[in-house]
């Protein structure tokens, strides 16, 4: 059994140290936000925050994040009350086919955490990892600029 | 005759305007880009890739060419210089004569000493031509305006005259009768505008290179520049062979990928004439001779396959409890995935980043991953930064060196990884 704490709520997980935390993250807790999209670490759609760092879940085996505080986009929100990211994501209509945003906005949320008004080319760098196909680089932008503000007027970094 | 000598005043004042002009010109912008010899230009382009001019005079993200890229030394941080042939910023009003002096003597156009992060003690090896094409080359750039930050260093200009008189060997090096063309030719490559001993030779308190431990390793800008002499740590043996296909494409199954301030370098070098790269590539495997992968192999027949079963060990050493910070386990969990059974990682029974003096490299490697630069080719690994923890860092760094490099503890493997953490994000940043 492997203990993991994913988005505040402790599970036992009864699969090899091996299997990798996006597998479990989909397939035994329904947590279907992060995606698969290389499965090589080189894409960024599986992103997911490990004790507050951007983590490739595709390529992290859940031996690794034993006990440590994983977080995934299902953590950010609800439907009803979306994170201030997801609101902004939203508001800027940035997702086209959408299956990177969820990576997006995990790496974003990272940034914004330590960043709190980034600067174009810091979003550009810091999201430079992750990839998009569909080419709305410029909304995504827009978007992260956009919770940047929604959180600077709730007066804090975490959504 | 009143008209006459009217028009003589005029033509004469015509004249010396023109020659006043013309004058002016030549001291102000010493060469005009359609005065240089296009062939020039063109051999002064390769040679500036063997030189890796562009990766210290660009900044990142910044113009090529036209400097601020700090330098980290153990003397302060050096701002690299625009080198474009902006006039009022750059080498705009460099003669090619105050060139050559900056490039073999290491003195600026004001005459001030220039600090030997700027490496003369190699470009002083490098005949007046290449240096004049290299100087043909830059100044038919596109003049850039910048002025790059102020260097923060504590040792003021005039010492540096000191460590010249004591350190600085200027002028060719006569070529050795007892070697062929091509040995010959690597070496001035290599010992001049490849300055290869920059990195790779180790440095005395001073900053000097030891030319008594030449290629002996060193240090570069936070990574480890492994040895290329007899002390090289390669587990298998380079051949020419090799050393040409890594140095021309940033990538070696038997060694691996070239990584931190080595990138760049393969980079430069993949627009350099094939016959260079080699003979560059001869002059190094010349200084390899003896290496303990050397004898190694000659002692014992090649065995093809012994180092790719790490993996099966791995998990036969794991502890039976499922322990986070077991080596063992977390080289089995996360990395045999692709370095175990010619997949897409190399073994790293054939990396140097474990036999090696130092982990830096490896934990570097480990924590930021393998990332070619935007647009390039080369090789590629994840970043495992945030899923590995420094405890789980080090209990894998210490497994691997006494597992698959058979050797002794490297001493500090946790002030190492807390160091690379840290130097790394900065970089980032």
Known sequence: MITLKVNGTTHDIDADPATPLLYVLRNDLALNGAKYGCGLGQCGACTVQVDGQAVFSCITPILLVQNKNVRTLEGLGTLERPGALQQAFIDEQAAQCGFCIPGMIMRAQVLLEKNPAPTDDEIREHLNVNLCRCGTHMRILRAVHRAAKILAANGSSRS | MRFAAALCVAALSVAGVIYFVTARNVAAAPEVPAAFNPNAVKAGATLANVGNCASCHTRPGGKTFAGGRALPTPFGTIYSTNITPDPDTGIGRWSADEFRRAMQ??????????????????????????????????MTREPVRNEPTQN???????????????????????????????????RYLVEGLGHCGACHTPRNGLGAEEPEHAFAGGVAEGWTAPALNAQSPA????????????????????????????????????????????????????????????????????????????????????????????????????????????????????????????????????????????????????????????????????????????????????REVAKARVESTQEKS
């Open chain 2, 235 to 414: 587990p298998r043996p380079w051949t020419v062979e090799q050393l040409t296909t890594y140095l021309s494409t940033g990538f070696d199954a038997e060694h691996g990928a070239a990584a931190g301030v080595m990138a760049p370098v393969t980079e430069n070098l993949a627009r350099v004439p094939n016959a260079d790269v080699r003979a560059i590539a001869v002059y190094i495997a010349s200084q390899m001779r003896g290496s303990r992968a050397e004898r190694f192999a000659a002692s014992s027949p090649p065995v093809a396959a012994a180092t790719a079963t790490v993996a099966d060990d791995a998990i036969a050493d794991a502890s039976p409890a499922i322990d986070a910070r077991d080596g063992a386990a977390i080289y089995a969990t996360a990395c045999a995935g692709c370095h175990e059974r010619a997949r897409r990682g190399i073994p790293l029974a054939l990396s140097t980043t474990l036999t090696d003096v130092t982990p830096t490299n490896f934990i570097r490697i480990t924590l930021d991953g393998i990332a070619p630069r935007e647009g390039a080719k080369g090789g590629i690994m994840p970043a495992f930064r945030g899923a590995l923890d420094d405890a789980q860092m080090v209990a894998l760094v210490d497994y691997l060196r006494a597992r698959v490099a058979n050797a002794s503890a490297w001493p500090n493997v946790e």
């Open chain 2, 152 to 186: 923060r260093v504590l040792v003021a200009r005039p010492l540096v005259g000191m460590w010249k008189a004591l350190y600085f060997k200027p002028g060719p090096l006569a070529p050795d009768p007892s070697q062929d063309a091509q040995w010959n030719r690597g």
């Open chain 2, 105 to 138: 003597e290491g003195v600026g156009r004001d005459g001030r000493q220039l600090y030997p992060a700027f490496p003369y003690d190699h470009y002083t090896r490098v005949t007046n031509d290449d240096v004049d094409a290299i100087y043909a080359y830059l």
